[in-house]
Structure formats: structure tokens, C-alpha cells
């Protein structure tokens, strides 16, 4: 037994088939960026955030050394403006400080981010480069 065909609509139009949606864009293309970091911290850590969502995060525990330690990572953002943070706190040297710049980042776009703290880890400063 064949089920019975709707009723006809009641103004007399003719039934259509439905139209199909068009498909849903494809999700723009994250723009990355290639930090570094280079520093003398012993005891302590750092964190980066996009938008005020944590997106890296490195505890630092290393033996005395005069020698700087560089830190390298990538992560992605999606495009637009967006405000990028850098935090590092310190242990020994009770230090803690922050520094944040928005940017605009296109679809795609590879950066790099060298985030510097000036000699005595009063400052943080950030240097693009495409």
C-alpha cells in the first residue's frame, strides 16, 4: 500500500520541490604566527592569548646560567583584528608582567613574533615581521 499523496495546496499552485540550500562556506583560513622568546628566567613561566583565550603556555625551570634560553612556538589566529597578550611571571626575580598589541591578521598570513623584555625585565616588547 503506497502512502497517499499530500493534499493539494488551497490556493491551487502547483506543489514545487523543495530548493536545496546552498553548501555552508568553508571556514576562512587561520593566519599563524611563529613566536620566539628569548630570556634568563630560571623559575617562572609565560603565556600568550588571543582575544583573552589562553593559546601557549610554558613553565620554565632550568639551573643557574647567564645564558639567555630561547622559546619557539606557533599557534593559530583567526582572521581579523584581534588583541594578542604576552604575561611571563618569575619566581626568583618576583617578576611579573604583561604586554598586549591588536592586529589585524589576513587569511593564511604567516608572521613571526619576537617578544623581547628589556634588560631588566621591566618591559616587553613586541617585533613583527611578515
Known amino acids: 500500500v503506497k502512502p497517499a499523496p499530500p493534499p493539494p495546496p488551497e490556493n491551487g499552485e502547483k506543489l514545487r520541490p523543495?530548493?536545496?540550500s546552498p553548501p555552508p562556506?568553508?571556514?576562512p583560513?587561520?593566519?599563524?604566527?611563529n613566536f620566539s622568546f628569548s630570556s634568563k628566567i630560571l623559575k617562572g613561566g609565560f603565556q600568550i592569548q588571543v582575544d583573552g583565550k589562553e593559546v601557549f603556555r610554558k613553565e620554565i625551570q632550568?639551573?643557574?646560567?647567564l645564558k639567555d634560553e630561547t622559546y619557539t612556538g606557533t599557534f593559530p589566529v583567526p582572521p581579523g583584528e584581534h588583541e594578542i597578550l604576552f604575561e611571563v611571571q618569575t619566581e626568583i626575580q618576583n617578576v611579573s608582567e604583561r604586554h598586549?598589541?591588536?592586529r589585524?591578521?589576513?587569511p593564511g598570513e604567516a608572521v613571526s613574533l619576537h617578544i623581547k623584555m628589556t634588560r631588566?625585565?621591566?618591559e616587553i616588547r613586541f617585533a613583527w615581521s611578515p
Not at 583560513?29 to 604566527?33: D, E, F, S, Y
Not at 632550568?62 to 646560567?65: E, G, I, N
Request: no cysteine; proline share 8%.
Open 18 to 20: 523543495a530548493e536545496k
Open 62 to 65: 632550568r639551573k643557574f646560567t
Open 29 to 33: 583560513v587561520p593566519a599563524t604566527v
Open 25 to 27: 562556506a568553508p571556514a
Open 120 to 122: 631588566l625585565n621591566k
Open 100 to 102: 598586549a598589541e591588536k
Open 104 to 106: 589585524a591578521f589576513s
